[in-house]
């Protein structure tokens, strides 16, 4: 099993580019998770599908749209990058309801310039 | 407020030796789960350890304990024996009964343990 996957791994786009970073889970997880990472901020939530045609915004989603295409696929789309943006971006997929732990993706490296 | 402080940026702690990472929650649900996750260096999350609300015993997971402190929202994460892989940034992490399973993450301690 691979678990949750991502792709790309790095990405360097122009302000002003689009780009949909893609996540894709074989666990058979109901709710997935997209959050990006800045240094010293911590892990924030942009968008999460609790289940398959589902999805919320989480603390930040101004500049970015997803699509939970099916229950193994949820995608982040920049329509029209900023620097602002520049970070690393996790995928997680969790059971759903209940304390149950996520499981992360090994991340996407987004440069902005 | 914040909901997840870690105030620690940065520990240091030699091999074998114990030590402890500082977690302070805000929430005023009565119900709700804390975690840790280690990132290594290689960037991966890595889920460590759990801890229910209603728990009454504090969890643990090998080397790893929880200092679970309810009447001072605080959910300290001790590993015993430290080792040179332990090396990494700790996350401390709350889902919150009234959000719908999203986590809540702290800003992260540094640890580095040292031979």
């Known amino acids: 099993n691979a678990g949750v996957t991502q792709t790309p791994k790095f990405q360097v786009l122009k302000t002003g580019q689009s780009m949909t970073l893609q996540c894709a889970q074989d666990m058979n997880h109901n709710s997935m998770y997209w959050y990006r990472q800045d240094p010293g901020m911590g892990l924030r939530l942009i968008y999460y599908s609790a289940s398959e045609g589902t999805t919320d915004k989480g603390e930040v989603p101004n500049g970015y749209n997803v699509s939970r295409l099916n229950k193994r696929e949820f995608s982040l789309r920049l329509e029209s990058a900023a620097p602002s943006q520049t970070s690393v971006y996790f995928c997680?997929?969790?059971?759903?309801?209940?304390?149950?732990?996520?499981?992360f993706g090994p991340g996407t490296r987004l440069t902005v310039l | 407020a914040q909901k997840i402080t870690q105030t620690q940026p940065g520990m240091f702690v030699q091999e074998k030796e114990a030590v402890t990472l500082d977690c302070t929650y805000d929430t005023s649900d009565q119900s709700y789960g804390l975690f840790w996750y280690k990132q290594p260096s290689s960037g991966e999350m890595i889920f460590l350890i759990y801890q229910g609300s209603y728990d009454e015993q504090n969890a643990t997971e090998g080397r790893y304990s929880l200092n679970f402190q309810k009447a001072r929202k605080s959910a300290n994460l001790v590993i015993s024996a430290s080792q040179l892989g332990d090396s990494a940034m700790y996350f401390c992490?709350?889902?919150?009964?009234?959000?719908?399973?999203?986590?809540?993450f702290g800003k992260g301690t540094m640890l580095l343990v040292s031979p």
């Open positions: 997680a997929a969790s059971k759903g309801q209940g304390n149950n732990e996520q499981f």
């Open positions: 992490a709350m889902r919150e009964n009234s959000g719908y399973s999203t986590l809540t």
